[in-house]
C-alpha cells in the first residue's frame, strides 16, 4: 500500500516552495517578461534548451508560446533545441553531448536572441557550453536553475534562481514561470 504521508509531504513541499517563489521571484519574473517582450518586438526569438525535465519545459516553453493556448494571441518566435531527437544523438554522436547545444546554437542565434538555458543544478556541462556559444554570437543570455544557480550564474547576463534543491520542484516551477509569461505577454 502506498504510504499516503509522502504524497501529503510532496504536496506541502510544493505549497513552501511556491511561498518562497512568491516572496523573491516576482521582480524577476516582472525582468523575464520584459525581456521576452523587448526580444519580440525587435524581430529577434527565444531560443531555450536543458536536460531530462528542463528540456521538457523548454520544449512546453516552444509549443506554448506558438500555439498561445487557443487565447487568440499572435504566436511568438521560440525554439526549443531540446526537442528533436535526429539531431541531439547526431550531435551526441559526432561532437560529444557536452557540444549538443552549443553545436545548435551556433547554427540557430543570431545577435540580440534572448537565449535560456534551463538547468536545475546550473551545473549542466552541454547548457553550459550552449550559453558561453550565445554569448559568443551576441545573443543576451538567461538561466533558470535552483537556488545555488551553479556555474551558470557567473556567465549569463540575468539568472532566475528558484527557491529550492528538488529538481522536481524546481522544474515545477519553471513550467509555472512559462505558464505567466504566456499569460502576461501580448
Same mark, same amino acid.
Given at each position: 500500500? =502506498?504510504?499516503?504521508?509522502?504524497?501529503?509531504?510532496?504536496?506541502? *513541499?510544493?505549497?513552501?516552495?511556491?511561498?518562497?517563489?512568491?516572496?523573491?521571484?516576482? *521582480?524577476?519574473?516582472?525582468?523575464?517578461?520584459?525581456?521576452?517582450? %523587448?526580444?519580440?518586438?525587435?524581430?529577434?526569438?527565444?531560443?531555450? #534548451?536543458?536536460?531530462?525535465?528542463?528540456?521538457?519545459?523548454?520544449? =512546453?516553453?516552444?509549443?506554448? #508560446? =506558438?500555439? &498561445?493556448?487557443?487565447?487568440?494571441?499572435?504566436? &511568438?518566435?521560440?525554439?526549443?533545441?531540446?526537442?528533436?531527437?535526429? =539531431?541531439?544523438?547526431?550531435?551526441? /554522436?559526432?561532437?560529444?553531448?557536452? /557540444? !549538443?547545444?552549443? %553545436?545548435?546554437?551556433?547554427?540557430?542565434?543570431?545577435?540580440?536572441?534572448?537565449? !535560456?538555458?534551463?538547468?536545475?543544478? $546550473? /551545473?549542466?556541462?552541454?547548457? !553550459?557550453?550552449?550559453? *558561453? *556559444?550565445? %554569448?559568443?554570437?551576441?545573443?543576451?543570455?538567461?538561466?533558470?536553475? $535552483?537556488?545555488?544557480?551553479?556555474?551558470?550564474?557567473?556567465?549569463?547576463? #540575468?539568472?532566475?534562481?528558484?527557491?529550492?534543491?528538488?529538481?522536481?520542484?524546481?522544474?515545477?516551477?519553471?513550467?509555472?514561470?512559462?505558464? !505567466?509569461?504566456?499569460?502576461?505577454? %501580448?
Amino acid at each position: 500500500m =502506498i504510504d499516503k504521508s509522502l504524497i501529503v509531504n510532496f504536496l506541502d *513541499e510544493t505549497k513552501n516552495t511556491s511561498e518562497r517563489c512568491k516572496s523573491v521571484l516576482v *521582480e524577476d519574473i516582472v525582468k523575464l517578461a520584459d525581456l521576452f517582450e %523587448k526580444t519580440f518586438e525587435n524581430g529577434n526569438r527565444v531560443i531555450a #534548451f536543458g536536460n531530462g525535465g528542463c528540456a521538457g519545459v523548454a520544449n =512546453i516553453m516552444a509549443a506554448s #508560446f =506558438i500555439g &498561445r493556448f487557443k487565447s487568440g494571441k499572435e504566436g &511568438r518566435p521560440v525554439l526549443s533545441l531540446s526537442s528533436n531527437a535526429d =539531431i541531439i544523438t547526431t550531435l551526441s /554522436n559526432d561532437y560529444g553531448f557536452e /557540444n !549538443i547545444y552549443k %553545436k545548435q546554437v551556433e547554427v540557430y542565434a543570431l545577435k540580440n536572441d534572448l537565449v !535560456i538555458g534551463l538547468s536545475t543544478s $546550473g /551545473n549542466s556541462v552541454n547548457v !553550459i557550453n550552449g550559453i *558561453e *556559444e550565445a %554569448k559568443a554570437k551576441g545573443a543576451y543570455t538567461v538561466a533558470i536553475t $535552483g537556488e545555488s544557480g551553479g556555474k551558470l550564474k557567473e556567465i549569463v547576463d #540575468f539568472i532566475i534562481k528558484i527557491p529550492s534543491r528538488q529538481p522536481t520542484q524546481i522544474e515545477n516551477v519553471m513550467a509555472e514561470i512559462n505558464s !505567466i509569461l504566456c499569460k502576461v505577454l %501580448k
